[in-house]
Structures are given as structure tokens and as C-alpha cells.
């Protein structure tokens, strides 16, 4: 039987199957449960995703049909591989340092570099930071420079002095004024001048024919003040929008000023909706490059750099980054960044070390040399579910640029608040989200390592910001989604360092077995997470052995943990026993039983937790 036979027969065995035959089924699994409630995931972004995909639901999708590398395609410029550069970020501004973590990054696996060049000031400095460096085999990047024309002389001094190839040269310059309108409330000089930089810059770099973006489009800024993904992708189009326009009108080509940007996007741990940004980005900005009618088909194209978002990472449980990373770092290389930048998992509370660095660097050469994701040129091409995700934020991600766009563009809109509104309104609801453990942040709202102490580990605040100055229009926040409540528990770690009694919970549980477990492992969790001490002795055989166990535990919150059925002659005994001797004793019910709740309070009961406690404001209202 020759193959086609074998195929024949094999799938005869296997009739096609509807879509309505599908629902049917999923119907009647259901047995009467909402299938819109149960199995429809409504997305932070505004669209909803369904509990599967069908080849049916690629109909209609234009860009399907465009291979890698030609116009409008969602699927990257790589047309042999997925090779992308392995870049590390070197914020520290000692020349000597800098350099000698730049040395050492480049024999561990790295390609491309990222220099703060604040301190640059003087050719000797630039000299000794790129000390040993081969500048045509590793891309150059500056970033935090307090002037970037500076910062490009120091360079072609450099290249000059090093007799060297200009064209060889590779890399770019983080100048982005609009970010700097937007996280300072005001341009670092005025909108002429910052542009009038942008167009030495340009004109300079095409003038010595050096491979350098000039301009890079910061949109992970927007996700580290807790944007969404449509946000971050409207706002970053929208601010490339500004850059094509004002640098054309000066007399630059479109297809000179689009080769001069580098996207710089944040990527977090939503994987799918991660990869399919970056195949909605790259459709989006063709579509824009294409109204100024350039003349080469490659401006249209778009080159993405990727990093880590610094906005769910946290202090506890750091190791807990580690896995958040890997999963941000293989998401940028499914989606076909060019460049990806993975922070170490330290960098929320720490200079990162040796250590640190070490791991994120290997993590993208694991996903290279192990999972050998740079051999395959565009790994989720055809994946129902990514395309129609893909599809969904280029219409909503388009629909609000154009609403940007229609209010006079990207800097009228910060001048306005626009988007520090938007993003505000996001980053308050992810903010709820997670105080309310609808979204979970391992070791942090949930699961909480108890044992674990951070306050001594702490040398650098990731979340320190400068006094506030007066500006001329709103600033961006940037900052971390675990930040209030790591708070909680680094406040008593601090409480207890300076001498004071570690809190204590002590859970009292009697009754039903079932429920009494359950809610004392949520009352652990629930309290674990503000760092307090949880005690759970034996349960008695009486109420008064419970209660007296709880006074002798001289905790300053006893939980009571039943079930709700019993609440009601458990609770009033137990908040009178002890609170006639302890006045000041806080007794909490683990549960919500709404039918006496106010009945429960009058007899002594202080609070309740539940799963739809705001874990930040509960833990500060019963804060001892």
C-alpha cells in the first residue's frame, strides 16, 4: 500500500467534524454553565479569545498570504533564520566597570552591547569604555546620555582614532525626546531644539555612513506604568508617527528617517499575546511608512528590540523571575525580535552581579543553542489562535491610534493627559487585579514563602523616584505592579529589625475538617503575603481549650477558621473569649458568610477575608 493509500485510509477513519458539531459537545459538557462566563477569556486589551481556533477563522486574513521580508508582513524581516542579538544592558556609569562587564558579557555569549554614557563626556572616557571591544563585530548601543550629539562625536572619534570602518559600525542611540516629554512632563529643552538633535543626528550618520538608529521609540515605558499591550502599541506607533513626520517635513526622506528608529518594546509574561504584539507591530508601521510613499519596500520594515519588563517582577521569591524571563525572552524570539535585552532577576532590588547576569545572558543562548529557536525563520506562522490574537491587536491597537492621530498626534495628547490617563485607568485596574488575586504573582499575592526575609538583601530600589518638581504637563509613572505590596512586608521586616515583636496570626480551627483546612490554608497565604508569623496549633476538642490556646499564643490576630454553617454560635463565643481578656485583640473570620455578617461584627468579630479581599487594603485595615 503506497503512502497516499495509507493517508487515505487513515483519515477516513477520522471524519471532519463541524464547528457546530464542537459546540454542541462543549455544550453539553458545560451541563447548563454560562458558556461565555466558563470558557470566553475577556482580555485586558478589549477583545475576547475563545476556548479554541478552526482554520475557519483564518478567513479573511490579508496579511496571511505575505511571506517574511515582503511588504505588510507580520512575520519579520528573516528570511534564512531567526538569528537575534543577545544584547546586555550596562547601566553602570564607572567607565572601568563598565567596561570590564562588557569584556566579560561578550565571551559569555553576548553580541551586542547597551552603555549608559551619561558620564561620557570626554574622547578618553569613550576610549576606555570601549577598550578592547571589536566595534565591527558588536552592536553599540547608548542609552541615558545628557546629550546625544556628544555622545555620536565621542564615537566617530573613536572610530577615527581606531583607523576603522565606518559602514562596519553598528548599533543605535536611545534619543527620545517624546519619552522624556512624557516621563519628565516637559521637553529637556524645547520641541525645536530636541527635534533640530534628531536631524543632526540623522544627517550625521548618513554623512559618515555608520549602521546606527539614531531614534529609539521607547514603548516598554508604557508597560512599566502598566499599560496595555493595545496601549503599548498604539502609543509606541503614534510616537514614530511624530518622528516621521517632523524629521520629513525638515526635508528628510521617508526612507532615510525610518532605517534612523529602533522600536524598543516590553515584553511581560502574557506569552501568546506577547509574540502576537510584535507580528501586529510590524504589520501596523508598514501600513504607516506607507502613506509618506517611500521609495525603498525595506523602510517599511520594522526593527524591534525587546527587553524584559521590569513590571511584574518583584523582591520576594526573586528566583520566581527567573521562569518569568525565560518565558518574556521566548516570546521576543517566537514573535522575531531582533534584539532582546532579559534583566536579571535581582534587578527589582539589587545591583545585579556576576551571578545575576550571568543567567540572563544563558537564557537566550539556552533558547538558541538548546532550543534552537534561531533556526526557524517565523515559528508561530500559522497557529490558529496566534494569527487570530495577531489580528485582533492590529484592529484595536489601529482603532486607537487613529483616535490619537484625530486629537492632533502623539505629543498633543501628552500635553493634554491623554495618555497618562489611559494608562493610569490600566495600570489601577491590574493594580486591583492583583491586590485581589485575580491575577497572581507567585511569592508575592500568592504562595508566599514565609521564612523568607528580603530587607537585607536590599541595595538598590527599583522603585525610588525623585522629589517632585513642578511641570508643565502631567509625567508617566513608572512602576512596579507588586509595590504595595511588598510594602506591607518589607514595613514589618523593618519594624522587627528595629527591635519590635514579629507579628503574629494565629488561626483557631474548629469544627467541619473540610473547611477549617481550607480556610486556614488561605488565612496562611492571605497573611503570609504581609509577612506576619502564622501559627496553627492542634485543633481542640472544646471552644475554651481554643480559646485559651489563642491568648496563650499572645498573637495579636487570631483567625477564626470554620465553615460558614457553624460561624454563627463559633464566631460570638470565640471574639467575647477574647476579647474579655485581650481588649485589644483583632478576630477575624476567614469567609464571608453575608446573612450574619453584621450580627458577627456586633458580638466583636473585626473582619473578614475572603477571595474577594483587596489583600493591600485588608492587610492595612488590620495592620497591628
Not at 551586542?112 to 563585530?137: E, V
Not at 516598554?220 to 502609543?235: C, D
Not at 518569568?324 to 545591583?351: L, Q
Not at 485559651?548 to 467575647?576: G, M, R
Request: proline share 3%; hydrophobic share 40%; with cysteine.
Amino acid at each position: 500500500m503506497g503512502l497516499k493509500d495509507q493517508q487515505k485510509k487513515l483519515f477516513s477513519e477520522f471524519p471532519p467534524v463541524t464547528t457546530d458539531e464542537w459546540e454542541e459537545k462543549i455544550k453539553a459538557d458545560l451541563k447548563g454553565a454560562d458558556y461565555q462566563k466558563k470558557l470566553i477569556w475577556r482580555t485586558d486589551e478589549g477583545f475576547d479569545v475563545k476556548p479554541y481556533y478552526r482554520a475557519e477563522d483564518l478567513q479573511g486574513l490579508e496579511y496571511l498570504q505575505s511571506l517574511p521580508e515582503e511588504y505588510c508582513s507580520s512575520r519579520g524581516n528573516k528570511t534564512i533564520d531567526n538569528k537575534w542579538l543577545i544584547r546586555q544592558d550596562i547601566p553602570i556609569r564607572n567607565v572601568e566597570e563598565a567596561n570590564r562587564i562588557a569584556l566579560d558579557a561578550l565571551n559569555q555569549g553576548a553580541d551586542a552591547l547597551s552603555f549608559c554614557a551619561i558620564g561620557i563626556t570626554k574622547h578618553k572616557q569613550m576610549n576606555r569604555l570601549l577598550a578592547g571591544i571589536d566595534l565591527s563585530k558588536t552592536n553599540i548601543s547608548f542609552m541615558s546620555s545628557r546629550s546625544y550629539p556628544l555622545t555620536l562625536e565621542l564615537l566617530i572619534y573613536e572610530i577615527i582614532h581606531r583607523q576603522s570602518d565606518f559602514y562596519k559600525i553598528s548599533g543605535s542611540l536611545n534619543f527620545d525626546p517624546i519619552s522624556y516629554l512624557l516621563l519628565h512632563g516637559d521637553f529637556y529643552t524645547t520641541k525645536e531644539n530636541n527635534f533640530d538633535e534628531a536631524e543632526y543626528l540623522v544627517n550625521t550618520i548618513e554623512k559618515k555612513q555608520l549602521n546606527l538608529r539614531s531614534i529609539t521609540i521607547n514603548g516598554h515605558y508604557f508597560r512599566e506604568a502598566g499599560s496595555t499591550i493595545v496601549q503599548e502599541l498604539a502609543f509606541s506607533l503614534a510616537s514614530a508617527n511624530e518622528y516621521l513626520y517632523e524629521l520629513t517635513i525638515r526635508g528628510i526622506s521617508i526612507d532615510t528617517v525610518a532605517r534612523h528608529l529602533l522600536f524598543s518594546f516590553g515584553t511581560g509574561s502574557n506569552y501568546f499575546l506577547e509574540i502576537a504584539k510584535l507580528r501586529a507591530a510590524r504589520y501596523l508601521w508598514a501600513k504607516i511608512v506607507e502613506k509618506y510613499h517611500p521609495e525603498q519596500q525595506k523602510s517599511s520594515e520594522m526593527f524591534i528590540h525587546s527587553t524584559t519588563t521590569l513590571w511584574n517582577k518583584t523582591i520576594y521569591d526573586p528566583y520566581v523571575n527567573m521562569l518569568r524571563t525565560a518565558t518574556e525572552g521566548m516570546a521576543a524570539a517566537i514573535g522575531n525580535a531582533d534584539s532582546i535585552s532579559v534583566a536579571p532577576f535581582d534587578i527589582a532590588f539589587a545591583e545585579p552581579g556576576e551571578f545575576s547576569a550571568r543567567i540572563a545572558r544563558n537564557q537566550q543562548l539556552i533558547l538558541k543553542e538548546e532550543a534552537y529557536l534561531d533556526k526557524v525563520i517565523d515559528p508561530s506562522a500559522g497557529s490558529y489562535f496566534i494569527e487570530n490574537l495577531t489580528h485582533s491587536l492590529v484592529v484595536h491597537s489601529w482603532e486607537l491610534f487613529l483616535s490619537i492621530e484625530d486629537k492632533g498626534g502623539f505629543i498633543e495628547c501628552i500635553k493634554s493627559g491623554f495618555v497618562q490617563d489611559e494608562i493610569e485607568v490600566s495600570c489601577r485596574k491590574k493594580e486591583t487585579d492583583i491586590a485581589l488575586r485575580k491575577s497572581i504573582l507567585v511569592g508575592t499575592n500568592q504562595h508566599p514563602n514565609l521564612a523568607e526575609s528580603m530587607l537585607d538583601k536590599i541595595s538598590a530600589d527599583s522603585d525610588k523616584t525623585d522629589p517632585e518638581t513642578p511641570s508643565k504637563f502631567k509625567k508617566l509613572n513608572l512602576s512596579r505592579v507588586a509595590h504595595s505590596i511588598e510594602k506591607l512586608r518589607l514595613d514589618f521586616e523593618k519594624s522587627v529589625a528595629s527591635g519590635r515583636k514579629k507579628p503574629a496570626v494565629y488561626l483557631l480551627t474548629y469544627g467541619d475538617i473540610t473547611k477549617r483546612k481550607a480556610r486556614a490554608n488561605f488565612a496562611t497565604g492571605f497573611f503570609g503575603c504581609a509577612g506576619y508569623e502564622v501559627i496553627e496549633p492542634i485543633t481542640f476538642k472544646t471552644i475554651e481549650e481554643s480559646i485559651k490556646s489563642a491568648l496563650e499564643s499572645k498573637a495579636e490576630i487570631v483567625v477564626i477558621c470554620s465553615s460558614d454553617e457553624e460561624y454563627a454560635t463559633i464566631a460570638p463565643t470565640v471574639a467575647q473569649g477574647l476579647k474579655n481578656v485581650n481588649p485589644g485583640i483583632k478576630v477575624i473570620v476567614a469567609g464571608f458568610p453575608k446573612e450574619i455578617i453584621d450580627s458577627l461584627k456586633q458580638t466583636g468579630v473585626d473582619d473578614f477575608i475572603h477571595l474577594g479581599s483587596n489583600l493591600v487594603e485588608t492587610l492595612t485595615r488590620v495592620r497591628v
